[in-house]
Each structure stands twice: as C-alpha cells, then as structure tokens.
C-alpha cells in the first residue's frame, strides 16, 4: 500500500512540476481551496476552537482572500506552520499565502525572496510590570531583571534599550511564553518583556489582571502582515488589496451589517469602486466585480475584525493605538481604490 | 521429702498456659511498622520527614484536585466559580476531550472508527502477546488488523487495502514455493510479486474506485491527539523490531557488503538526534520534492522514527546475540541446520528472550519520543496542547490540568508496556536459579 501511495506520489509530483509554472491564482481557482499557512496557536491571532473551526485576526485575513477569489471563506485549508518551518513551507509552494503574524523585515523580503503584502498589525516590544513595582516608565526599571526569551529580536532590542538610556538590567532568560509567565508570575523577574499584543494576551490570562501594568514605551517596530512568494505579482496584488479593501472598507464606513444596502450603490464614488457597482476593478485584479463585497462579508471590515478577535471587548483587550485609521491618528492608509 | 519439696516450691502449674497473643509491640501494624519505618533512629527521622513531605503534597495538591470544575465555557469562568478558591480548571479536558483525543481536524461523525481501531487493537495484539494461552489460528486476525485498521482510520475506498494485503499474500505465496530451493529466490521473488500486484491492484483501484466510499477518507493531515501518538507509536515499534532483527543479523553477517550497510545505517542514525530526523523528514524533502507535491507527512515521519528505532533496537538484539555462548552457535552447526533455520529454531528465541528489558526500553522511550513531532506542526496530545488549546482565548493559562492528563494517559500506557514485559521475562524464563 504504501509503495503505490508513494509511487502515486511521484506521478501527482511529476505532473505538478509540469504546472507549476502557472499563476498562484490559476492554481488557487482550480483546487478551489486556498492553502493559507497560520500559527499552530496564537490567542486572538489564530487557533481552532472547540469545533475544529479556526479563528483569528490572521485567520480573518485568509478567509477575507479566500472569499475574494473563491466565493466562499470557508474554502481555506487552513496549513499551522511552526516559526521554524513557515518561510520553507511557503517557499515550497505548500502554501499559498502565510498570515503568520510575521515580522516583515528587509532579510525576509529581500534575502529570503519572500513579498510582504502590507501589514495587518502593527506591533512593537513592550514591558509589563506588576502593579505593586510602582513603575510607569520602562526608564525607571534601572537595576531591575528581566524575563526574557532567548534567541529572539527581543533580546537584542533589550540590550540596545538599556544601552541607550544607559541604565543597567539582569536578563533571567526562558525558553517559551508559557515559560515566562510562569516564571513572571512566581515572581522569577520584575518585568516580562516580549510584543505588546503577547503581553495583552499573556496579561489576560492571570487571575487578576489588573495587578500588572503593560508600560508606555514601545522599543522596537514589529509591523506584522500577510506574505506570498516573490515572482508572483499579480497574486500578491490579489492579497495586497484584500486586505487594503477590509481597511478601506472601514475608513469608508462599510460594514458587514450596511454592505448589502451599500452594495446597491451610493453617492460616494470611491465605496460604488470598491464594492464593484462602478468600474472594473475586479476584473483588473483577475477576480469579478463582487471581490471586495465578499471579502468583507466574510469577516467585516478591519475594524470589526480587530474588535471581534483581539479589541478591548475581548479577553485580550488591545487598544487600536498604532492601528487606528489614519483619520484617527494611527497607521493604517489604505491606498486609494481607482 | 515430700514435705521440704513442698517448702522449697511455692508453686507449681498444674495446666498449661492458654495461648496469649503476642504482645501490642510485637504484632500486627505496631510490629510491622516498628520494623520497617521505625527501626532506629535514622530511619525514624527519615519516616517522619517522608510523611511531612507527603502531608504538605497532599495538603497543597488535593483541594486543587477536589475542588476542580469539571464545567465551565472558560477559564475566567472557572475563576468566577472558584471565586478565589483554590481550585483546578478540569472543564478545559471535558470541553476539549475530543480534541485531546482525536485532533482537531478529525470529522467528529467518525470518531468510532479511531475507537473501533484501538479496541480491535487489543484482539489484534492478543494473539502474539499471549502466543502460549490463545490459539494460533487467531493470528490470521492479527495479520488482517493493519490493513483493517489502515481501512478504519484513514477510509478512502475499501479495495485499496485489500490490494495492499493481496500484495503480501503473493509475495508470500511466492516466498513459500521458492525458498525450499534457494533464499535468495524466494526473497527477491517475493517482493518482485508483491510488487507487481500492488502496482496492477493500484490501477485497479483508481479505475472502479466508486466516487463516495463506504467510510468518507479522512486525509493524514487531519490526524491529532492521542491518536496520533498511538498511530506512531504502534506502527513504528512493531515496524522496528523486524527491522532491527534485520539490522543486528546484517552487523554480525560475514558478507562484507551487507555488514558494512548495517553498520554504516546503524551508527549513523544512532548518531543524530531524532528531533533532526523529524526536520528532514518535513522541511529538507519539501526542497527535493517538485513544488505543489506532498508526500503523505505521516508516512514521511514513521520511516524516520522507524529508522531511528530500529537502529537502536539492533544493539540491543546484537547485545542479546553477543552473551549467547559460542556453543549455542556450534550446536546449531553440528545439526546441520542452515543459517536461517540456526537462527529461527536456536539463537534468536534465546538472544532475544535476553533482549526483552532492552527491548521495552527502547519501545518506551520511542513511544513518548512520539510527542517531539509536535515541533514540526503535527497535532499529536502535546502538540494540540502546546498549539490550538492554550491558543484558544479560552483557554489560554490552563497547564497544570492539560500536561496533567497528557502525562497520565502516557504514563498508563507506558506502565502497561513496562508490566506486560516483565510477565513475559517471568512466563520465559527456562533457567533455574
């Protein structure tokens, strides 16, 4: 049995090799499913729920291609990827985009021939602190010691911190997050240090979370997003302006509850663009008219996705900060649908 | 005389003393506990210290565990429940239990097929495990239960693993007609036939394979839980014994080529971490692989654990063949026995009767070896844990209760491994100390 699954194997590769020259989307269209790569677990980022579904702030954005492209957000194969083998599965082609909250950094765009599509969600190192430490600045933790995981950006932006404010620290290093709060909690360190949505969601998890306080200072920019292979354009525009579409979408006031009535048509010209009642943008980006009203049903706009999986309605409770709309005095600028 | 006999003793018993129990210090739980726990002083500070130590694991340990919920949606509820008590979050292993078990994927319509499986699993096993108690015929169920099982897991059409056990059944058939003549016909013979009817049987397969089978196929990816480690854990251990038989015999064979194969094979995967195997097996063929081609990830992972437990397996079994005396040897020569009869009738019934606490060992360790695939994105009992549940908003900051359970049901199977080897040291043993 297993000899003629493997033989099978070869012949499906041999016949793949042959088409792998086709368009990421063509390939997509035709298996009519699309392989999105995910964490294998990150609270309000992404994970399955009791029933199998996943669900997540990534998840929302492969659901939201997904629609876009195929009609329907549940044709995602949903592919959990580790940190370690992420970048070789998407390489591979064993999936077609990764929504992996990962970091776009110039290696990883360049070096590694990866296409960063925009970002979903800017992050950045922070500090928390327990409330009884009395501190409300990271500048004040002179002396202090401090979690931290081994082998990662954090701990080089640590080190660059103190350095530069020029006040001394012990790190107590960890392995894993889980680790850490363990550690964190049994009073192992005075502050914990690792991306301000983890220390979000680490904090939500202690039995009283208002004994800790995530401090003000931001030390490094971990602007996360969607990636694709380099080489494929025209499907990393079809990913690009998904997500710009759920951005815009809420600039422009589209909701999920407001975009069947939206979609009839309205005075304003840019969301009649956007929604595929004026111009051919859909057809443009090698999808119909109707991409962008699927896609946001699929989930709703950014702002209801943020709210639904990691806002402050949330167990998690992140503030929009950074990743309010521009018009709010955060980053997010969607280009103009024209 | 009689008279001074009578002064010079005040008295003399008549009857004999009835029977008195022994007294308190020398009987029962007293005695039993004077010799074993409190016998000097040293032994007595100890007991004392053991017991304090078991009173402070009790005391910290059992309110956690009887005051556990075993019901909630969340772990903010079941905080809201303990209201500050101490308390342990069970809810999380009912909310979750089929997940534990099965992964998350598995379509929760079919979870009796995995169950079915595992307890057929046990009639399966049976036969060889108590080989002196059942009758041999039962054998033949055990020789079905792979492709049954194959069948029961993963589904897909019903033919494919009929073809699969046809294939072994020629190879068998040819096996049987040839090897009286020469071994090597018989062997090569055997897999040129196997061969070909898994080839013929596969086209067949594929061409009336019906479009809905009888149990819908559920892909390998869709695997996890404890499922997966036991799918792991079976295949690869009873994979790995006739493999490192295979491997311990080819080390100690005089063909130089085939020694200098075993040898090499050996010390090398003895040589690298397993967990580096599991890397190789998932990230490094992904390259050689053309793009868009995956092959079977399962099946990728249980050659490597499977290479690398028979490696090790072959030590042992060449530890086992090593303290034979050379006599055993001589005797099966003077026979007239050939090599495969030697081997068969004399020397590994008794090398590997020998090898048996090696043997378990090595099953053991590569049965909870089976969680490291966790690290390559496969969604074994830890793996679902470490992942999708302390991933989930609900249940983020649950560990003592989740690793908890995983620890105990590895730990009953394990302990069942260790128990059911050390009957059969006993139920083999044919020396007389």
Same mark, same amino acid.
């Given at each position: 049995?297993?000899?003629?699954?493997?033989?099978?194997?070869?012949?499906?590769?041999?016949?793949?090799?042959?088409?792998?020259?086709?368009?990421?989307?063509?390939?997509?269209?035709?298996?009519?499913?699309?392989?999105?790569?995910?964490?294998?677990?990150?609270?309000? &980022?992404?994970?399955?729920?009791?029933?199998?579904?996943?669900?997540?702030?990534?998840?929302?954005?492969?659901?939201?291609?997904?629609?876009?492209?195929?009609?329907?957000?549940?044709?995602?194969?949903?592919?959990?990827?580790?940190?370690?083998?992420?970048?070789?599965?998407?390489?591979?082609?064993?999936?077609?985009?990764?929504?992996?909250?990962?970091?776009?950094?110039?290696?990883?765009?360049?070096?590694?021939?990866?296409?960063?599509?925009?970002?979903?969600?800017?992050?950045?190192?922070?500090?928390?602190?327990?409330?009884?430490?009395?501190?409300?600045?990271?500048?004040?933790?002179?002396?202090?010691?401090?979690?931290?995981?081994?082998?990662?950006?954090?701990?080089?932006?640590?080190?660059?911190?103190?350095?530069?404010?020029?006040?001394?620290?012990?790190?107590?290093?960890?392995?894993?997050?889980?680790?850490?709060?363990?550690?964190?909690?049994?009073?192992?360190?005075?502050?914990?240090?690792?991306?301000?949505?983890?220390?979000?969601?680490?904090?939500?998890?202690?039995?009283?979370?208002?004994?800790?306080?995530?401090?003000?200072?931001?030390?490094?920019?971990?602007?996360?997003?969607?990636?694709?292979?380099?080489?494929?354009?025209?499907?990393?525009?079809?990913?690009?302006?998904?997500?710009?579409?759920?951005?815009?979408?809420?600039?422009?006031?589209?909701?999920?509850?407001?975009?069947?009535?939206?979609?009839?048509?309205?005075?304003?010209?840019?969301?009649?663009?956007?929604?595929?009642?004026?111009?051919?943008?859909?057809?443009?980006?090698?999808?119909?008219?109707?991409?962008?009203?699927?896609?946001?049903?699929?989930?709703?706009?950014?702002?209801?996705? &943020?709210?639904?999986?990691?806002?402050?309605?949330?167990?998690?409770?992140?503030?929009?900060?950074?990743?309010?709309?521009?018009?709010?005095?955060?980053?997010?600028?969607?280009?103009?649908?024209? | 005389?009689?008279?001074?006999?009578?002064?010079?003793?005040?008295?003399?018993?008549?009857?004999?003393?009835?029977?008195?129990?022994?007294?308190?210090?020398?009987?029962?739980?007293?005695?039993?506990?004077?010799?074993?726990?409190?016998?000097?002083?040293?032994?007595?500070?100890?007991?004392?210290?053991?017991?304090?130590?078991?009173?402070?694991?009790?005391?910290?340990?059992?309110?956690?565990?009887?005051?556990?919920?075993?019901?909630?949606?969340?772990?903010?509820?079941?905080?809201?429940?303990?209201?500050?008590?101490?308390?342990?979050?069970?809810?999380?292993?009912?909310?979750?239990?089929?997940?534990?078990?099965?992964?998350?994927?598995?379509?929760?319509?079919?979870?009796?097929?995995?169950?079915?499986?595992?307890?057929?699993?046990?009639?399966?096993?049976?036969?060889?495990?108590?080989?002196?108690?059942?009758?041999?015929?039962?054998?033949?169920?055990?020789?079905?239960?792979?492709?049954?099982?194959?069948?029961?897991?993963?589904?897909?059409?019903?033919?494919?693993?009929?073809?699969?056990?046809?294939?072994?059944?020629?190879?068998?058939?040819?096996?049987?007609?040839?090897?009286?003549?020469?071994?090597?016909?018989?062997?090569?013979?055997?897999?040129?036939?196997?061969?070909?009817?898994?080839?013929?049987?596969?086209?067949?397969?594929?061409?009336?394979?019906?479009?809905?089978?009888?149990?819908?196929?559920?892909?390998?990816?869709?695997?996890?839980?404890?499922?997966?480690?036991?799918?792991?854990?079976?295949?690869?251990?009873?994979?790995?014994?006739?493999?490192?038989?295979?491997?311990?015999?080819?080390?100690?064979?005089?063909?130089?080529?085939?020694?200098?194969?075993?040898?090499?094979?050996?010390?090398?995967?003895?040589?690298?971490?397993?967990?580096?195997?599991?890397?190789?097996?998932?990230?490094?063929?992904?390259?050689?692989?053309?793009?868009?081609?995956?092959?079977?990830?399962?099946?990728?992972?249980?050659?490597?654990?499977?290479?690398?437990?028979?490696?090790?397996?072959?030590?042992?079994?060449?530890?086992?063949?090593?303290?034979?005396?050379?006599?055993?040897?001589?005797?099966?020569?003077?026979?007239?026995?050939?090599?495969?009869?030697?081997?068969?009738?004399?020397?590994?019934?008794?090398?590997?009767?020998?090898?048996?606490?090696?043997?378990?060992?090595?099953?053991?360790?590569?049965?909870?070896?089976?969680?490291?695939?966790?690290?390559?994105?496969?969604?074994?009992?830890?793996?679902?844990?470490?992942?999708?549940?302390?991933?989930?908003?609900?249940?983020?900051?649950?560990?003592?209760?989740?690793?908890?359970?995983?620890?105990?049901?590895?730990?009953?199977?394990?302990?069942?491994?260790?128990?059911?080897?050390?009957?059969?040291?006993?139920?083999?043993?044919?020396?007389?100390?």
């Amino acid at each position: 049995m297993n000899k003629s699954v493997f033989l099978g194997a070869v012949t499906v590769a041999g016949l793949a090799a042959g088409a792998a020259a086709a368009a990421t989307i063509d390939d997509v269209k035709a298996r009519g499913k699309l392989n999105c790569g995910v964490t294998t677990g990150l609270v309000g &980022f992404a994970a399955p729920d009791a029933n199998g579904e996943w669900n997540g702030f990534d998840v929302a954005v492969c659901r939201a291609v997904a629609a876009a492209v195929l009609g329907d957000p549940t044709a995602v194969e949903f592919v959990p990827t580790t940190g370690k083998t992420r970048f070789t599965a998407l390489a591979s082609g064993e999936i077609d985009m990764l929504a992996r909250n990962t970091t776009w950094t110039f290696s990883r765009d360049v070096d590694l021939k990866f296409e960063f599509t925009g970002i979903n969600y800017y992050d950045g190192q922070g500090f928390m602190v327990p409330k009884g430490l009395g501190v409300s600045s990271a500048k004040e933790l002179d002396g202090a010691t401090v979690c931290i995981q081994t082998g990662t950006t954090t701990e080089l932006n640590l080190a660059d911190f103190f350095r530069k404010n020029n006040i001394s620290y012990e790190p107590v290093p960890i392995e894993t997050n889980a680790e850490a709060q363990q550690q964190y909690l049994a009073g192992a360190c005075d502050a914990y240090t690792t991306d301000a949505s983890g220390l979000a969601a680490t904090r939500a998890t202690f039995e009283t979370p208002a004994d800790h306080v995530i401090l003000p200072e931001i030390i490094s920019k971990e602007p996360l997003g969607p990636l694709v292979r380099h080489g494929d354009s025209e499907w990393g525009d079809v990913v690009r302006w998904t997500l710009n579409a759920l951005i815009a979408a809420e600039e422009l006031g589209v909701t999920s509850a407001n975009i069947d009535e939206m979609a009839a048509g309205t005075n304003s010209p840019e969301v009649n663009r956007l929604l595929g009642t004026e111009g051919t943008l859909g057809e443009m980006l090698g999808v119909d008219k109707d991409w962008a009203v699927r896609a946001i049903k699929a989930g709703g706009n950014y702002g209801e996705i &943020f709210a639904r999986n990691i806002g402050e309605e949330t167990p998690i409770g992140l503030a929009r900060g950074l990743n309010a709309q521009w018009t709010d005095g955060g980053l997010l600028y969607a280009p103009p649908f024209r | 005389m009689s008279d001074m006999h009578q002064h010079s003793i005040r008295f003399v018993r008549e009857t004999m003393l009835p029977q008195a129990a022994p007294p308190v210090a020398e009987r029962g739980i007293v005695k039993w506990m004077r010799e074993n726990l409190f016998s000097n002083l040293a032994n007595s500070i100890l007991t004392l210290l053991a017991l304090l130590a078991v009173y402070y694991l009790a005391v910290e340990t059992l309110p956690w565990m009887l005051n556990g919920i075993w019901d909630a949606p969340s772990i903010r509820a079941c905080r809201e429940i303990l209201d500050g008590n101490v308390g342990g979050c069970f809810a999380v292993l009912t909310d979750r239990w089929n997940q534990l078990l099965f992964g998350f994927k598995y379509p929760s319509e079919e979870y009796w097929r995995p169950s079915l499986a595992f307890l057929l699993l046990f009639a399966a096993a049976a036969p060889v495990m108590f080989f002196k108690y059942l009758p041999g015929k039962l054998l033949i169920f055990t020789a079905i239960y792979p492709f049954l099982a194959y069948w029961l897991i993963w589904g897909g059409p019903f033919l494919a693993p009929v073809v699969a056990l046809l294939g072994f059944v020629a190879g068998y058939v040819v096996w049987n007609r040839f090897v009286t003549s020469s071994f090597a016909a018989g062997f090569f013979g055997a897999i040129a036939a196997a061969a070909v009817t898994w080839w013929l049987g596969g086209v067949i397969v594929d061409a009336v394979a019906p479009e809905n089978s009888l149990l819908p196929s559920v892909p390998s990816r869709d695997m996890g839980g404890f499922m997966l480690n036991m799918i792991l854990g079976v295949v690869c251990v009873s994979l790995s014994i006739p493999f490192g038989i295979a491997l311990a015999l080819g080390r100690q064979s005089s063909m130089p080529i085939i020694k200098w194969i075993c040898v090499i094979f050996i010390e090398f995967v003895r040589g690298v971490p397993l967990i580096t195997l599991l890397f190789v097996a998932n990230v490094v063929l992904a390259y050689f692989l053309p793009p868009g081609a995956t092959f079977d990830l399962i099946i990728r992972v249980i050659i490597m654990i499977t290479a690398f437990a028979s490696a090790y397996i072959a030590e042992v079994i060449r530890g086992g063949l090593a303290a034979l005396p050379r006599g055993q040897y001589e005797a099966a020569d003077s026979l007239g026995l050939d090599y495969p009869q030697a081997m068969r009738l004399i020397i590994l019934p008794q090398a590997l009767k020998i090898s048996i606490p090696g043997i378990v060992n090595v099953a053991v360790g590569l049965f909870k070896d089976t969680t490291l695939v966790s690290v390559i994105s496969m969604f074994d009992l830890v793996g679902m844990i470490r992942g999708p549940i302390l991933a989930s908003t609900d249940w983020n900051g649950v560990y003592w209760e989740l690793f908890g359970f995983a620890a105990l049901l590895f730990f009953v199977v394990c302990y069942g491994i260790s128990q059911y080897s050390q009957w059969l040291e006993r139920e083999l043993t044919t020396d007389h100390r």
